[in-house]
């Protein structure tokens, strides 16, 4: 009745090295985790440049804004910077 022959019964040790969680649970330290938050940093810079670039040159309005845009500093395709 006790379910001790499937691991219920008795502490066999430290359960939390067993348990997932989203924050790591012990291991929420892992080695190198600055060097992997760099790196991965880098990769998500290197990704999202191009495509902000590519975004300001595609960029087009068919009105002109009645309020300052902020990509009107960068975007090629407004003409004149009067607004």
Not at 5 to 24: C, I, L, N, P, Q
Not at 42 to 71: D, N
Request: net charge positive; proline share 8%.
């Amino acid at each position: 009745m006790g379910g001790a022959e499937h691991g219920h019964g008795e502490a066999h040790g430290d359960f939390r090295t067993k348990v997932w969680s989203m924050t790591g649970g012990p291991n929420c330290r892992p080695k190198h985790w600055k060097r992997n938050t760099a790196i991965a940093m880098v990769g998500v810079f290197l990704i999202c440049i191009p495509i902000a670039m590519k975004s300001a040159e595609l960029e087009q309005r068919p009105h002109q804004p009645i309020r300052p845009i902020p990509s009107q500093l960068w975007c090629k395709n407004f003409g004149n910077k009067e607004y």
